[in-house]
């Protein structure tokens, strides 16, 4: 208990799924906890000392807003989770419209970059953070279809790298973390074909839970992963060792 106490966090798409069970951990390890999703308003009770903002992480300006909040009332942020992502369009290259494209791309990798672009001056001022930045496996492995999701993750994916070693003279550490499959509602509002098929070839032979995610993100945001920047994290089963 305590390991990030008195860390002040912005944890993106928190509403459900990975990003909520990242605010529960968050909180029971001492977080001042700002959890932002595009909904107006949470799905369920939030953990004991956080707040919930509305951010739609493909509007700047939602940033600005929510970041500048922040700043205002601690003086600090001391570490991001760019969480929020969709998949929304399943089609290969040559079956996406130029609409799914920009708006797959513009949450997950615009989205990350707007995150980081806001919280690295402030941390910068304030003698280093921690970002950590959600890819997937298909950031680093081709599948066939979600062509813009994939792009989006392997973009996130290089991104962090870059930031990574942009930032590490100014005390900032930058990971990615990759999921697998992971029991979350979007996953459980994909095809059971789908789901059964990409379980069927991780190793573990079963999908993970939101809960094993955020064990991983709350080691790279506390001050033990202090010499780790730049990191690739899969928690996926095993999936991206074969």
Wanted: aromatic letters at 6%; charged letters at 20%.
């Amino acid at each position: 208990m305590g390991r990030l106490k008195g860390k002040v966090v912005l944890v993106t798409g928190a509403a459900q799924g990975i990003g909520a069970a990242i605010g529960r951990l968050f909180a029971a390890e001492g977080a001042v906890l700002y959890l932002t999703d595009i909904q107006p308003s949470p799905k369920g009770e939030l953990p004991t000392g956080a707040e919930h903002r509305r951010l739609d992480v493909s509007k700047e300006d939602d940033w600005r807003s929510v970041v500048s909040e922040i700043v205002d009332r601690h003086g600090r942020l001391d570490v991001l989770v760019n969480n929020a992502g969709i998949v929304e369009h399943y089609g290969q290259i040559d079956a996406t419209s130029t609409e799914s494209w920009h708006r797959v791309i513009s949450v997950n990798q615009t989205g990350t970059f707007f995150g980081m672009r806001e919280a690295i001056p402030v941390m910068k001022r304030n003698g280093g953070g921690a970002i950590v930045n959600f890819s997937s496996i298909w950031g680093t492995a081709g599948a066939a279809g979600a062509a813009p999701y994939q792009a989006a993750k392997g973009a996130v994916r290089t991104m962090t790298k870059n930031a990574a070693i942009s930032y590490a003279k100014d005390n900032i550490r930058v990971n990615s973390v990759h999921p697998g499959i992971i029991w979350t509602p979007l996953i459980e509002g994909q095809s059971k074909e789908m789901n059964d098929s990409i379980i069927a070839v991780t190793p573990m032979g079963r999908a993970g839970r939101p809960e094993e995610i955020a064990f991983g993100v709350l080691y790279l945001a506390s001050d033990e992963a202090s010499f780790v920047t730049g990191l690739v994290l899969n928690i996926d089963g095993g999936y991206l060792a074969q």
